[in-house]
Every structure is written in structure tokens, then in C-alpha cells.
């Protein structure tokens, strides 16, 4: 008794601490980032950069799960609490928290919720229809233009019989690009070899399981895989595998070329958006948008060490060459 | 901390808690370090959505998930017994197994219920708001448990699993079978957990194949803070402790999360950080209090 006694007396301490008056001034926006990653803060800093520039005034309660989904439901919790005048929910695991907690808290049914970073907010769950997502939830997906990423590849490689793409297959993003860049290849005839990990450490192994195999390797917009791009390049680079990626960061790690997702960008459409619902759009009827503009970034030094000859139309049309 | 908060920190304590009961039998009271729990708390969640998915009622799902997660319990116990491998790498090897026995159950590693009939469905058509109505539900369904597990420890197989874990070798020589209990007892345990999956997905509205990272921390943490906070003499306080264990564990989450101290404020990725020094405090603070207001 005494000891529940001690326990009651320090929460109620903390309680006191940690409970503070809120300005209710500002325009709360809340977020909802499922783990910290180059790709996914730059998404929060571009939507950030994006509303300040149109000229808002926001309060932000930003908040990270650190990649436990426990944690990401406590956090839709806590969102209910803080009344935002909207939620920008990061990466899938954390809009289907949200959106399961609107459904679970009734007063959340009139509360705006963008996601950002959903590769197909369809099998989330998370919309009805792309293009009238009918509740109060929209956003941007970041689904790849997988057939414009292969005509790059074919563009430099055109004798390229198989291609190689390493995944974590417990991504549900990543699955269903592998899915899409298997329907794209099987079209112009080219074998597509899948090498999947589990985890970052495995990424070496697999690497190395597609080395005189095929005549490039693909990297989808995959957490686990980026997350270990320079063990990837390493192999490559070692055995004149030419390696490509689905996004712009990974070019100066080690790719030989990306046709442009750029999650900042990403982040400020999403920013867009939510200052358009903040002037009086309404989300039910606030399309879901995808990236509309692709850049083409080249890394020279890395082309050269595995092997492949960049036309000089190519360099032309690049946005950015890295020397 | 806000009411919605607390409340969701409560709810999410009694959801998980009844993984921390599970964790409780192997670790506590049979004395098996076990980490199966990593991948049968994936498993229970895949089983019930994949089976509401095709149509199976949602009460239903959740037996289904126990029966999986008996079996995959099963087979840790079976691999330490049987085929002599030391118990925490059986439970490995059974852990990363399931990770991808759980992405073919799924045909991937993400199933969504949104927008499907769960278990909290039938509370909220009576207008109760869904954060009111899981909240009910799941200290229902963890009370229940807890007064299965304070009834089942006291008959003679749960006296017999005491046993197991206390003093194998007095057990062995009063004629009790110490690898029947143990397969049986890591399967009980691993069928709770799955369960605790199951009610999981339903609440979050998803299962995902990387949901169980972390779930042996989680439960060990909360059954040594209920420990330390509420005691151990006697099974029916060490099983009430580690539910309320795993609610306070989620409440110091909770508060982590709502922390902003004054001009000192934290950043987002301090959360772990906050949570364990909380987590340090609420066991230390009986320690304290002995050693300044003796």
C-alpha cells in the first residue's frame, strides 16, 4: 500500500511538470513521423518551408514513433488530445494510426489529415478513391513512375538481358514496387532477379548474390536497402555492377543515376496542399496527388567506375552532375 | 499529459498487457528466456486480419490467432527439448522463421482493416465513442485472463510449471515430464501474445510484418517495472503487477511524449531517451523514499 501510495504522489508530480498551458493563437498542425530518415524529415522540412513561404503562422507538435508501431498508435492518441487544426501523418504505419483513430474518436471527424511519403494509400486502406478520397484524409503518395525509371536504365544499357532489384520484402511499400517494376520489365522482355533482406546488415549478402547475374541493379524506394546504400555501392563498384536508384539522395552515395523522387519537394507538395485546405479546401474532395516533376541527377565518377558511358544528350538534360 | 493521451496510454497498457502475461509465464515463471514473442505477435495480428479479410467474425479471428500462436510456442519448446538446443536460440530461430511465415500468411507485409468489422465494432454500435469502448473491452478481456492464468497456475500443471522453472530437478524426480510442460508452457505463453497481436491489429486498424520489433522489450520491461513498483510475494500479485506493469510502462511513453519542459524543450527523437529515464525513476523511486523518509 504504502508503495502504490509513493507511486500515485511521483506520477501526480510529473503530471504537474509536464502539463502546460498552450497558446492557442496559432494554427496547431500535428505530426505524426513514423522514424527519423534523410527521406522523411527532408518530407517535414519541405511541408514546413512550404507553409511558411505562403506566409502561416503554424504551430508545430512534432512527434516520431522511432519505428515502433506501438508508440505510433500512442501518438495518434496524444494528437486527439492536442485539437490540431490539422495532422500531417508521415509514412503509412502512421496514417493508418491516424486514420484508425479518427474513426475510434468521432470529435477527429472534422479534423484535416494529410499523409505524405504512402507509396498506395488504395491498399492502406486509407482512401476509397485516388481521386475523391470522400472523408476528411488526403495527401501525396510518393508511388514511383517505375516506367520512366526503366526507360532510363534501357536508355544506357540497351543490350540489358536482367536486371537486378534488392528489397526488404517486409516493406509493404517496396513490395508492391517490385510487383510494378516486374510487370514493366516482363513487357520488354527483360528477367527481372529479386534479392530480398530482412534487415540493413543483409544488404551486403544480397548484393553479392546478384553479382554475374545480371547488367544493373535497381533500388526501389526502399527504408531498409537506402539505409544501406554504401555496403550496395561498395559491391557494385567492386564488380562494374551499375547501380541505379529511385531517389535523388542516393546518386552522391554511390548511384550512377536517378530520374528525380525528391522527398523535399514531396514534403512541400504536401505543404501546398494543406494551405489550401487551411484557405477553405475541403480534403474529401482534395485529389491524392503524386510527384509531378522528375529531375535527372548523374554521379560521373561513379559511371566511370562501373563502366557505363553517359550520352551527351543525357548530360544536357541532367538537373544536377555530380563530378 | 492530455485525458486522451492517458486514456490511449491505459489502453494501449491493457492491449499489450496481456503479451506481458504471456512473457510473464516463460520468463517468470518457467524461468525461459523467450523471443518468440518478437514473431508470434505479428503472427496472432496476420492470422486475424487475413481471416476478417475472408469474412471470419471478428471474435473468431481472435481464437484463431491464440491457436496459431500456441503452435508457433510450440515449436520453440519442442526445439529446446526435444533437439537440445539452448532456449534462447531456439526461440530465435523460431522468431525469425515466423518473420517470414507472417509475410506469407499476409501474401505480403501489410494487411489493412480499415474500414472492416473488429471487435470494437459491436461496442461502439451501442454509441459509445471507439476510445471509451476499447478501453472497456480490453480490461474485460485482460481481467479475464488474469483470472484464467491466478486459476490455471494454481492447479497441478500450473504447479507443476512453477516448478519446471524453480527447481527442475525436484520436479523431474517427483515423476513430472519437465519437456511436456515446457512445450506446453511456451506454447500457452506464445498463444497469449498472439492473442495480444490479434486485438492489436484490430485496434490499430493494420497488421504489418514489422509490428513485433521490440515486443520482448516491451514485455520484460513491464514485467520487471510491475515487480519493482507492486511486488511479487505470491502468484495472484505477480500476475496483477505485470498488467499493471505494462500500463505503466505505456504511461511513461505517454509521458515522454508529452513532454516540454519550460524553455528546455525536447526533440521529438529524445523520445526513447525520456522514456527510459522515466522508466529508471519509477523503479528507483521506493529505493529513494527507503533511503531519505526512512
Given at each position: 500500500?504504502?508503495?502504490?501510495?509513493?507511486?500515485?504522489?511521483?506520477?501526480?508530480?510529473?503530471?504537474?511538470?509536464?502539463?502546460?498551458?498552450?497558446?492557442?493563437?496559432?494554427k496547431v498542425v500535428s505530426?505524426?513521423?513514423?522514424?527519423?530518415?534523410?527521406?522523411?524529415?527532408?518530407?517535414?522540412?519541405?511541408f514546413?518551408?512550404q507553409l511558411?513561404?505562403s506566409g502561416f503562422?503554424l504551430?508545430?507538435?512534432?512527434?516520431?514513433?522511432?519505428?515502433?508501431?506501438?508508440?505510433?498508435?500512442?501518438?495518434?492518441?496524444?494528437?486527439?488530445?492536442?485539437?490540431p487544426d490539422l495532422v500531417l501523418a508521415?509514412?503509412?504505419?502512421?496514417?493508418?494510426?491516424?486514420?484508425?483513430?479518427?474513426?475510434?474518436?468521432?470529435?477527429m471527424q472534422k479534423t484535416p489529415i494529410l499523409f505524405s511519403?504512402?507509396?498506395?494509400?488504395?491498399?492502406?486502406?486509407?482512401v476509397?478513391?485516388?481521386?475523391?478520397p470522400?472523408a476528411n484524409i488526403t495527401g501525396t503518395?510518393?508511388?514511383?513512375?517505375?516506367?520512366?525509371?526503366?526507360?532510363?536504365?534501357?536508355?544506357?544499357?540497351?543490350?540489358?538481358?536482367?536486371?537486378?532489384?534488392?528489397?526488404?520484402?517486409?516493406?509493404?511499400?517496396?513490395?508492391?514496387?517490385?510487383?510494378?517494376?516486374?510487370?514493366?520489365?516482363?513487357?520488354?522482355?527483360?528477367?527481372?532477379?529479386?534479392?530480398?533482406?530482412?534487415?540493413?546488415?543483409?544488404?551486403?549478402?544480397?548484393?553479392?548474390?546478384?553479382?554475374?547475374?545480371?547488367?544493373?541493379?535497381?533500388?526501389?524506394?526502399?527504408?531498409?536497402?537506402?539505409?544501406?546504400?554504401?555496403?550496395?555501392?561498395?559491391?557494385?563498384?567492386?564488380?562494374?555492377?551499375?547501380?541505379?536508384?529511385?531517389?535523388?539522395?542516393?546518386?552522391?552515395?554511390?548511384?550512377?543515376?536517378?530520374?528525380?523522387?525528391?522527398?523535399?519537394?514531396?514534403?512541400r507538395q504536401t505543404g501546398a496542399m494543406a494551405a489550401r485546405i487551411f484557405q477553405g479546401a475541403d480534403p474529401a474532395t482534395t485529389p491524392v496527388e503524386?510527384?509531378?516533376?522528375?529531375?535527372?541527377?548523374?554521379?560521373?565518377?561513379?559511371?566511370?567506375?562501373?563502366?557505363?558511358?553517359?550520352?551527351?544528350?543525357?548530360?544536357?538534360?541532367?538537373?544536377?552532375?555530380?563530378? | 499529459?492530455?485525458?486522451?493521451?492517458?486514456?490511449?496510454?491505459?489502453?494501449?497498457?491493457?492491449?499489450?498487457?496481456?503479451?506481458?502475461?504471456?512473457?510473464?509465464?516463460?520468463?517468470?515463471?518457467?524461468?525461459?528466456?523467450?523471443?518468440?514473442?518478437?514473431?508470434?505477435?505479428?503472427?496472432?495480428?496476420?492470422?486475424?486480419?487475413?481471416?476478417?479479410?475472408?469474412?471470419?467474425?471478428?471474435?473468431?479471428?481472435?481464437?484463431?490467432?491464440?491457436?496459431?500462436?500456441?503452435?508457433?510456442?510450440?515449436?520453440?519448446?519442442?526445439?529446446?527439448?526435444?533437439?537440445?538446443?539452448?532456449?534462447?536460440?531456439?526461440?530465435?530461430?523460431?522468431?525469425?522463421?515466423?518473420?517470414?511465415?507472417?509475410?506469407?500468411?499476409?501474401?505480403?507485409?501489410?494487411?489493412?482493416?480499415?474500414?472492416?468489422?473488429?471487435?470494437?465494432?459491436?461496442?461502439?454500435?451501442?454509441?459509445?465513442?471507439?476510445?471509451?469502448?476499447?478501453?472497456?473491452?480490453?480490461?474485460?478481456?485482460?481481467?479475464?485472463?488474469?483470472?484464467?492464468?491466478?486459476?490455471?497456475?494454481?492447479?497441478?500443471?500450473?504447479?507443476?510449471?512453477?516448478?519446471?522453472?524453480?527447481?527442475?530437478?525436484?520436479?523431474?524426480?517427483?515423476?513430472?515430464?519437465?519437456?511436456?510442460?515446457?512445450?506446453?508452457?511456451?506454447?500457452?505463453?506464445?498463444?497469449?501474445?498472439?492473442?495480444?497481436?490479434?486485438?492489436?491489429?484490430?485496434?490499430?486498424?493494420?497488421?504489418?510484418?514489422?509490428?513485433?520489433?521490440?515486443?520482448?522489450?516491451?514485455?520484460?520491461?513491464?514485467?520487471?517495472?510491475?515487480?519493482?513498483?507492486?511486488?511479487?510475494?505470491?502468484?495472484?500479485?505477480?500476475?496483477?503487477?505485470?498488467?499493471?506493469?505494462?500500463?505503466?510502462?505505456?504511461?511513461?511513453?505517454?509521458?515522454?511524449?508529452?513532454?516540454?519542459?519550460?524553455?528546455?524543450?525536447?526533440?521529438?527523437?529524445?523520445?526513447?531517451?525520456?522514456?527510459?529515464?522515466?522508466?529508471?525513476?519509477?523503479?528507483?523511486?521506493?529505493?529513494?523514499?527507503?533511503?531519505?523518509?526512512?
Open positions: 500500500m504504502k508503495r502504490f501510495a509513493v507511486f500515485v504522489v511521483v506520477m501526480f508530480v510529473l503530471f504537474g511538470a509536464m502539463s502546460h498551458v498552450l497558446a492557442q493563437e496559432a505530426v505524426n513521423q513514423f522514424v527519423e530518415h534523410p527521406a522523411l524529415d527532408a518530407v517535414l522540412k519541405g514546413q518551408d511558411r513561404e503562422q504551430e508545430y507538435r512534432v512527434h516520431n514513433a522511432q519505428a515502433n508501431m506501438a508508440t505510433a498508435n500512442l501518438i495518434a492518441q496524444q494528437i486527439v488530445g492536442e485539437k508521415i509514412a503509412t504505419p502512421s496514417a493508418q494510426a491516424m486514420a484508425q483513430t479518427v474513426k475510434k474518436n468521432p470529435q511519403a504512402v507509396t498506395d494509400p488504395l491498399s492502406a486502406g486509407l476509397d478513391d485516388l481521386e475523391k470522400g503518395s510518393d508511388l514511383t513512375p517505375m516506367d520512366r525509371h526503366l526507360e532510363l536504365i534501357r536508355e544506357l544499357h540497351p543490350e540489358m538481358k536482367a536486371l537486378g532489384v534488392i528489397y526488404n520484402s517486409g516493406e509493404a511499400n517496396s513490395r508492391a514496387l517490385a510487383d510494378l517494376l516486374k510487370v514493366e520489365t516482363a513487357k520488354v522482355g527483360i528477367t527481372l532477379e529479386e534479392a530480398t533482406v530482412a534487415r540493413s546488415s543483409d544488404v551486403f549478402q544480397a548484393a553479392k548474390s546478384l553479382v554475374n547475374k545480371v547488367q544493373a541493379v535497381y533500388v526501389p524506394t526502399d527504408n531498409t536497402v537506402v539505409s544501406a546504400f554504401e555496403a550496395l555501392a561498395k559491391v557494385c563498384h567492386e564488380n562494374k555492377l551499375p547501380l541505379y536508384a529511385a531517389d535523388v539522395d542516393s546518386v552522391p552515395r554511390g548511384a550512377v543515376a536517378a530520374l528525380g523522387f525528391d522527398y523535399y519537394e514531396h514534403g503524386t510527384q509531378k516533376d522528375l529531375e535527372l541527377h548523374l554521379n560521373l565518377p561513379a559511371a566511370e567506375i562501373m563502366g557505363v558511358t553517359i550520352p551527351e544528350a543525357m548530360l544536357q538534360r541532367a538537373g544536377k552532375i555530380h563530378e | 499529459m492530455s485525458w486522451y493521451a492517458l486514456l490511449g496510454a491505459v489502453e494501449q497498457g491493457l492491449v499489450y498487457g496481456i503479451m506481458v502475461l504471456g512473457v510473464y509465464l516463460t520468463f517468470r515463471v518457467l524461468n525461459f528466456p523467450d523471443l518468440t514473442v518478437d514473431g508470434s505477435l505479428p503472427l496472432g495480428a496476420a492470422v486475424s486480419a487475413v481471416a476478417i479479410s475472408f469474412g471470419v467474425n471478428p471474435f473468431a479471428a481472435l481464437f484463431l490467432a491464440l491457436g496459431a500462436g500456441f503452435l508457433a510456442g510450440m515449436v520453440t519448446g519442442f526445439l529446446n527439448t526435444k533437439l537440445g538446443i539452448l532456449h534462447l536460440l531456439a526461440s530465435i530461430l523460431t522468431m525469425i522463421a515466423l518473420y517470414s511465415i507472417n509475410i506469407r500468411v499476409m501474401s505480403g507485409p501489410n494487411v489493412s482493416l480499415l474500414g472492416r468489422n473488429t471487435v470494437l465494432d459491436l461496442f461502439m454500435r451501442f454509441g459509445l465513442p471507439g476510445y471509451v469502448a476499447s478501453i472497456i473491452l480490453f480490461t474485460i478481456i485482460s481481467l479475464s485472463i488474469v483470472v484464467f492464468l491466478v486459476w490455471f497456475l494454481h492447479t497441478e500443471f500450473g504447479q507443476s510449471m512453477l516448478a519446471t522453472g524453480d527447481n527442475p530437478r525436484m520436479i523431474t524426480s517427483q515423476g513430472v515430464n519437465t519437456h511436456t510442460v515446457i512445450i506446453l508452457g511456451v506454447g500457452l505463453s506464445n498463444a497469449l501474445v498472439a492473442f495480444s497481436g490479434a486485438l492489436i491489429a484490430q485496434n490499430q486498424g493494420a497488421a504489418d510484418v514489422n509490428m513485433g520489433v521490440g515486443t520482448i522489450v516491451a514485455g520484460l520491461a513491464s514485467v520487471i517495472v510491475g515487480e519493482t513498483v507492486f511486488g511479487r510475494g505470491g502468484v495472484l500479485r505477480a500476475v496483477v503487477a505485470a498488467l499493471l506493469g505494462s500500463i505503466l510502462y505505456r504511461t511513461a511513453i505517454a509521458l515522454a511524449l508529452s513532454m516540454k519542459l519550460g524553455a528546455f524543450s525536447f526533440t521529438p527523437s529524445d523520445l526513447n531517451l525520456i522514456t527510459a529515464l522515466l522508466v529508471v525513476l519509477a523503479l528507483t523511486a521506493p529505493r529513494i523514499k527507503a533511503r531519505f523518509f526512512p
